[in-house]
């Protein structure tokens, strides 16, 4: 039911920019992409959302393909406290429900 | 995960008792959903409410959960009789409104049966 696709571990070195990347090839035209991470023990936390634009906050770069079929999460400059499993969701209208799926994610390591 | 509150951040409890558990969401939010998430996998939906509403149960288990949003106070995931699979750490999530809107999550609760 996840809807996404996501490779299960990457490794990225302290300072550099951490590029996350998620398949949804069968999203739709209603459908929002939604990125969350969670570190150990808490809850998950928002990073960021989009449509067909891409955007950028404090805390993350969404780069959406033009076919939307794909995305990358783009942390810029990675830190010790970016360590966790990140979840890219797909969402769309009240009629395709309004739970989040969560798959299984991509665990990021960074490394000193 | 600031203003979505959960308590008790740990509960313990022998089986067949039952499991009360409370979120406040955050301020201005009317909606609120719950997760549970089993150890080493991804969280799972359970429930969709809003206030005094069940909107989708599509998650819940058909016996012995239920969930409540009141008019007033914290919405309110009840277990009862629990067995040794309902261990799991339970999330609420908020949001402003439906649709389209990011929903902002708990701590949590972790629920340990003896």
């Known amino acids: 039911d996840a809807k996404t696709t996501q490779p299960p571990s990457m490794d990225c070195a302290e300072g550099r920019a951490a590029n996350l990347p998620c398949n949804h090839s069968?999203?739709?035209?209603?459908?929002?992409v939604y990125w969350y991470r969670q570190i150990h023990s808490q809850g998950p936390q928002y990073i960021i959302h989009?449509?067909?634009n891409n955007e950028t906050n404090e805390m993350a770069s969404l780069i959406i393909t033009e076919d939307r079929k794909s995305s990358t999460l783009i942390l810029p400059h990675a830190t010790l406290r970016d360590t966790a499993v990140y979840y890219c969701?797909?969402?769309?209208?009240?009629?395709?429900?309004?739970?989040?799926?969560f798959g299984t994610g991509t665990s990021l390591t960074v490394i000193p | 995960n600031a203003g979505v509150m959960q308590n008790p951040r740990h509960l313990v409890r022998r089986r067949g008792q039952e499991a009360r558990l409370r979120c406040s969401p955050v301020?201005?939010?009317?909606?609120v959903y719950w997760y549970r998430q089993l150890p080493e996998e991804g969280l799972k939906f359970m429930v969709y409410?809003?206030?005094?509403?069940?909107?989708?149960e599509s998650g819940m288990p058909k016996e012995r959960f239920s969930a409540e949003f009141p008019k007033e106070g914290p919405s309110i995931l009840r277990i009862q009789q629990v067995v040794r699979g309902d261990s799991a750490a339970y999330f609420c999530?908020?949001?402003?409104?439906?649709?389209?809107?990011?929903?902002?999550f708990g701590d949590g609760t972790r629920l340990s049966i003896l």
């Open positions: 969701i797909v969402r769309g209208s009240e009629s395709t429900g309004n739970q989040f799926y």
């Open positions: 409410l809003q206030k005094e509403n069940i909107i989708d």
């Open positions: 989009g449509l067909k």
């Open positions: 301020k201005g939010h009317s909606h």
């Open positions: 069968t999203i739709s035209g209603n459908e929002y």
């Open positions: 999530a908020s949001s402003r409104a439906g649709g389209y809107q990011p929903q902002h």
